[in-house]
């Protein structure tokens, strides 16, 4: 039998959280350029910025008919929305090349470069170790379709340049939390493998659904600045019996032969 592995993608295989932060202060920088001394407070863009963005993730996208959620079209919309908000209220016609600027800029959240960066320290090792050791290997992660398409097509070409056969990956991308359902279809879509072992920062989200359908859990909290202070509580909490938690992946790798 060969082992099974499931793995969560952000702040798991890939850092994730500050993709966007550079974009808004660049973004931020040509709109007080363009606006001038009308222009307000750097603080107040920011915070009209974060406004827009909450409601226009819930709002419906005309072009697909489908909520904006957490799409390309979403993000450097709601950066050239900023712009044409503060536009309107100091009336003047924003202008088309400084929107086309903005939302050049806001693209830069998605760009290769920077997620190739992002890729963590022993992902790719780890990922090539279990391609090559047989192993059942799946990417299950929650997002936007073409968002996360795009950064595991980037992780997916770095794992290719050290040798690593992407093709046995299996890759699964939802736009609602992860389910039972989901982990059991990885599974029966691989009979070969047993025991299944799922890897994630999330213990909630990417983990518990996971040990309900019989997978071991490899829990590798990221102490971002959302889960500051939560960490300890939830490792009190923790299924100890089916689950440990590790600071790093390349830990996997240091026990892969004494694994249950
Ligand atoms: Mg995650």
């Known amino acids: 039998m060969y082992k099974g592995f499931v793995f969560d993608l952000d702040d798991t295989l890939m850092d ?17 350029d363009a606006v001038g001394y009308r222009a307000p407070h750097v603080v107040q863009i920011i915070n009209m910025y974060q406004e827009i963005d909450l409601s226009r993730r819930k709002q419906i996208d005309p072009t697909t008919g489908t909520h904006y959620g957490y799409s390309k079209r979403r993000f450097p919309g709601s950066l050239v929305e900023t712009y044409r908000a503060i536009c309107q209220k100091v009336d003047w016609p924003p202008l088309e090349e400084i929107e086309k600027e903005i939302w050049a800029v806001g693209l830069n959240a998605f760009s290769e470069v920077r997620y190739a960066r992002n890729i963590k320290r022993s992902a790719v090792e780890l990922l090539r170790f279990l391609v090559d050791s047989k ?82 859990g490899f829990w590798i909290p990221v102490e971002t600045w959302e889960s500051l202070g939560k960490i300890q509580e939830i490792k009190n909490s923790m299924n100890k019996g089916r689950c440990n938690d590790y600071d790093a992946l390349d830990k996997i790798l240091a026990i892969y032969d004494a694994l249950p």
């Open 16 to 32: 994730n959280v500050h993709d966007y932060s550079e974009p808004i202060l660049d973004a931020t920088k040509l709109i007080i």
């Open 135 to 216: 192993d059942g290997v799946a990417i299950l992660t929650k997002g936007d379709l073409e968002v996360q398409k795009t950064k595991i097509d980037c992780l997916f070409k770095v794992c290719r340049e050290r040798g690593c056969n992407t093709a046995k990956i299996q890759v699964r991308i939802v736009d609602t939390e992860k389910t039972v359902s989901d982990f059991s279809e990885i599974k029966q879509s691989m009979p070969e493998c047993d025991p299944w072992y799922v890897v994630g920062n999330d213990y909630h989200k990417d983990i518990e659904p996971a040990l309900e359908v019989g997978f071991y």
